[in-house]
């Protein structure tokens, strides 16, 4: 089965309203056209009512770094998945590594979050991904079918459809250290048939697991290139229109 290639753009917290605005001007006539691939990019919430009417009627899609897996509620600082639609968000992630190690985010919560999405039709991006403690102990493996496990808890195989899997080596976000492309692929194999094993072979199949970990341009053919791995999660490389449309076009 042929999966589109995902290339998605995480922005963290960088980025004013006129700094994302003069990205999407210069950035999408450098992607003009590019079919070959899904494009995303993932700014600030409150960059979203600025990236999203500039990408309009683009090649490029736009989604929410987080969102709360309650519809609304008391819950200050967050963004609700009505929220998120109602400017036309299209994606979000969940379960980032960084909102697992700042944000005490569980297995369970990413699940909620999960169920949220796709009962509102919102393509969720789930991130997974060991420590390197936990590579060192040889636990990778373990960690990554517990997470898998955890996040899809309830999760039927119709659901389960437009889920994306990011698989992010945490050892290797900003550290300019990168998982070599076999050790990515395998980890990708490994993530794949864990989805096998909970929700069927046809599911596995179609499921696109993207590789995020210091992308760069100099590595992303090497990388995107592999049969295991559909796509990219850009964090630092994705801030510069030439270089995230270098990776696009890998």
Same mark, same amino acid.
């Given at each position: 089965?042929?999966?589109?290639?995902?290339?998605?753009?995480?922005?963290?917290?960088?980025?004013?309203?006129?700094?994302?605005?003069?990205?999407?001007?210069?950035?999408?006539?450098?992607?003009?056209?590019?079919?070959?691939?899904e494009i995303?990019?993932?700014?600030?919430?409150?960059?979203?009512?600025?990236?999203?009417?500039?990408?309009?009627?683009?090649?490029?899609?736009?989604?929410?770094?987080?969102?709360?897996?309650?519809?609304?509620?008391?819950?200050?600082?967050?963004?609700?998945?009505?929220?998120?639609?109602?400017?036309?968000?299209?994606?979000?992630?969940?379960?980032?590594?960084?909102?697992?190690?700042?944000?005490?985010?569980?297995?369970?919560?990413?699940?909620?979050?999960?169920?949220?999405?796709?009962?509102?039709g919102v393509?969720?991006?789930?991130?997974?991904?060991?420590?390197?403690?936990?590579?060192?102990?040889?636990?990778?493996?373990?960690?990554?079918?517990?997470?898998?496990?955890?996040?899809?808890?309830?999760?039927?195989?119709?659901?389960?459809?437009?889920?994306?899997?990011?698989?992010?080596?945490?050892?290797?976000?900003?550290?300019?250290?990168?998982?070599?492309?076999?050790?990515?692929?395998?980890?990708?194999?490994?993530?794949?048939?864990?989805? %096998?094993?909970? $929700?069927?072979?046809?599911v596995a199949?179609?499921?696109?697991?993207?590789? &995020?970990? +210091?992308? !760069? *341009? /100099?590595? %992303?053919?090497? $990388?995107?290139?592999?049969?295991?791995?559909?796509?990219?999660?850009?964090? &630092?490389? +994705?801030? !510069? *229109? /030439?270089?995230?449309?270098?990776?696009?076009?890998?």
């Amino acid at each position: 089965m042929a999966r589109k290639a995902l290339i998605a753009a995480n922005w963290k917290m960088y980025k004013t309203p006129a700094e994302a605005k003069a990205f999407v001007d210069a950035f999408l006539p450098l992607v003009a056209g590019h079919a070959r691939d899904e494009i995303a990019l993932f700014p600030s919430p409150v960059l979203l009512p600025t990236v999203i009417p500039a990408c309009k009627g683009s090649n490029v899609a736009v989604g929410a770094q987080n969102i709360h897996f309650a519809e609304e509620g008391a819950y200050t600082g967050e963004t609700s998945i009505l929220q998120l639609k109602a400017v036309g968000g299209t994606h979000t992630l969940i379960g980032h590594s960084e909102r697992r190690q700042y944000f005490a985010e569980t297995d369970e919560i990413v699940n909620k979050k999960l169920h949220t999405a796709l009962k509102h039709g919102v393509v969720p991006v789930v991130c997974v991904g060991e420590v390197l403690e936990e590579r060192e102990a040889g636990k990778t493996a373990s960690v990554l079918k517990t997470q898998v496990t955890g996040a899809f808890v309830g999760i039927t195989p119709v659901a389960a459809k437009p889920i994306v899997i990011a698989y992010e080596p945490v050892w290797a976000i900003g550290t300019g250290k990168t998982a070599t492309p076999e050790i990515a692929a395998d980890a990708h194999s490994i993530i794949r048939a864990e989805v %096998a094993k909970l $929700l069927g072979a046809d599911v596995a199949l179609g499921v696109r697991i993207l590789y &995020g970990g +210091s992308v !760069k *341009p /100099d590595n %992303a053919t090497a $990388l995107i290139s592999l049969e295991e791995i559909d796509g990219a999660l850009v964090g &630092g490389a +994705s801030l !510069k *229109p /030439d270089s995230f449309a270098a990776i696009v076009k890998y």
